[in-house]
């Protein structure tokens, strides 16, 4: 009932539910049981739904905690909860354990999902989203480069997923040319920038549906662009 109550943005209710559950559990169960850390785990989701974060922030690493010493270190679950509390820390602006966190998640996800899956495509991009804010951006571009390329080899056959996919290389072309001109990398962020630009330029003359999301992508990347362009880098 929770999940459901969840799905509908019934937050309230959904804790509610939770909270009963637990209660029950809590008093029935050992608590080391998977049953518990369940409830914990989806608890701290509605929490952080509701941007509670000190009390998602507690029952996620709850969750995280006894599932650490119950589940194999490559079990699946388990990459997902660390790419859940992940989330929470980034979220909070706890970027160093968020960024071990996602790096965690990544190592065990990979054991069991293609390089090309999209969650695989989300945590590279959220660590060198994080790396990048750390100031680390070398780290960074290292992501943002595998991001990139795994972005470029999954290109789908629909054409909305098309479209949608694109403006996400665009956006990728655009972080990778914002971390090339920290780096003083100028020749290569321009390059970067121009691809973004041009992707953007590419969709938006097709009179594509989404034709709003690209004109304002092409103005990000324009922008960007002319900050690179504007530098005495020669």
């Known amino acids: 009932m929770a999940t459901t109550y969840k799905s509908l943005c019934r937050y309230s ?50 969750s995280v905690d006894v599932r650490e010493r119950l589940l194999s270190s490559t079990d699946f679950q388990l990459g997902t909860v660390f790419s859940d509390i992940g989330l929470v820390y980034k979220t909070i602006g706890d970027y160093t354990k968020a960024s071990s966190y996602y790096e965690k998640a990544l190592r065990i996800l990979k054991i069991h999902l293609p390089d090309t899956d999209h969650t695989i495509t989300i945590i590279h991009n959220n660590i060198a989203g994080l790396y990048l804010t750390l100031g680390s951006y070398s780290t960074a571009l290292l992501y943002y480069k595998n991001v990139l390329e795994i972005r470029e080899q ?34 290569e962020a321009t390059e970067h920038a121009k ?26 990347c324009s922008e960007g662009l002319r900050l690179i362009l504007s530098t005495k880098w020669y």
């Open 13 to 62: 209710d959904a804790l509610s539910c939770l909270h009963k559950a637990l209660e029950i559990q809590e008093e029935t169960l050992s608590t080391d049981h998977r049953d518990l850390t369940t409830t914990w785990h989806d608890l701290g989701l509605v929490y952080f739904e509701v941007m509670d974060y000190s009390n998602a922030v507690t029952y996620v690493q709850k």
């Open 154 to 187: 999954s290109l789908p056959p629909n054409d909305l997923d098309l479209a949608t996919t694109n403006n996400n290389i665009a956006d990728t072309h655009g972080n990778l040319a914002q971390v090339l001109f920290l780096l003083h990398q100028y020749e």
């Open 195 to 220: 691809q973004a630009v041009n992707i953007v330029i590419d969709a938006f003359e097709n009179d594509h549906p989404t034709s709003v999301m690209f004109a304002n992508r092409f103005q990000q």
